[in-house]
């Protein structure tokens, strides 16, 4: 039986577990071959699971990057969603009861928000999402939830994003949306911009530190003018 592998990023440190992140990659939207390592969808979160080990190590944050069995999201079964909800498991039967943040990218973008309502998860970080029109929203009600979208995006749509966003700020108020200008999909041409956006995000969420100024003033001003902030440079 083929299982999901969740690979711990957070450096070695002798300090309590607070908290816990997992990240999860992007994939299609069906395929039943393997999501192995040397793909790109996963090889372009790494750098951010690593961003996040090391900003969060001395606060006890314990990093985890999770291959799924396979690359497809391969409705109606859902295979990210369910995999993140076995990382979920494995996050609580070896830490226990932990606030957990999930950042995820594209198809792990929609993983993450589908399960951004389960017990434990503190915040949703969705970056350049690939969202459909009937995405269910419900389960975030309450959520601390992120999305960030590249303007030269040719892979996911925007717009999508938006909607979905503008949705989600109907069942809570604690919701942020940014542009990212000049950058798409593989988010490399500002790639300090968007590790320094999640990084603050996840451990602001954990409790571990204040927002950065930035997302606090997305949150508190709603939709619209926090739906479409543009996202400045560290």
């Known amino acids: 039986m083929t299982l999901p592998r969740l690979d711990r990023v957070r450096p070695a440190t002798r300090r309590p577990v607070t908290g816990a992140v997992l990240v999860?990659?992007?994939?299609?939207?069906?395929?039943?071959?393997?999501?192995?390592?040397?793909?790109?969808?996963?090889?372009?979160?790494?750098?951010?699971?690593?961003?996040?080990?090391?900003?969060?190590?001395?606060?006890?944050?314990?990093?985890?990057?999770l291959r799924y069995r396979y690359r497809g999201w391969n409705a109606p079964d859902l295979d990210p969603v369910q995999d993140a909800r076995w990382a979920l498991r494995d996050v609580r039967a070896r830490l226990g009861d932990v606030p957990v943040v999930l950042v995820g990218h594209s198809m792990g973008g929609r993983a993450a928000l589908r399960v951004g309502g389960d017990d434990g998860v503190v915040g949703v970080a969705a970056l350049a999402p690939w969202l459909e029109r009937g995405e269910p929203y419900a389960q975030l009600a309450g959520q601390t939830v992120l999305i960030a979208h590249g303007d030269?995006?040719?892979?996911?749509?925007?717009?999508?994003?938006?909607?979905?966003?503008?949705?989600?700020?109907?069942?809570?108020?604690?919701?942020?949306?940014?542009?990212?200008?000049?950058?798409?999909?593989?988010?490399?041409?500002?790639?300090?911009?968007?590790h320094d956006l999640v990084t603050h995000f996840a451990l602001g969420a954990l409790g571990l530190e204040p927002f950065t100024e930035a997302v606090a003033k997305a949150m508190a001003a709603g939709d619209p003018e926090g739906l479409a902030v543009p996202l400045e440079d560290p």
């Open 24 to 65: 999860l990659h992007g994939g299609r939207p069906e395929g039943r071959d393997a999501a192995d390592g040397l793909r790109l969808p996963f090889l372009r979160m790494v750098p951010f699971a690593r961003n996040l080990a090391a900003a969060g190590a001395r606060r006890g944050v314990d990093v985890g990057l």
């Open 152 to 194: 030269r995006e040719r892979m996911t749509d925007p717009r999508a994003s938006l909607r979905f966003a503008q949705r989600v700020a109907t069942v809570s108020d604690r919701v942020a949306r940014f542009d990212v200008h000049g950058d798409g999909h593989a988010m490399l041409r500002r790639a300090g911009a968007w």
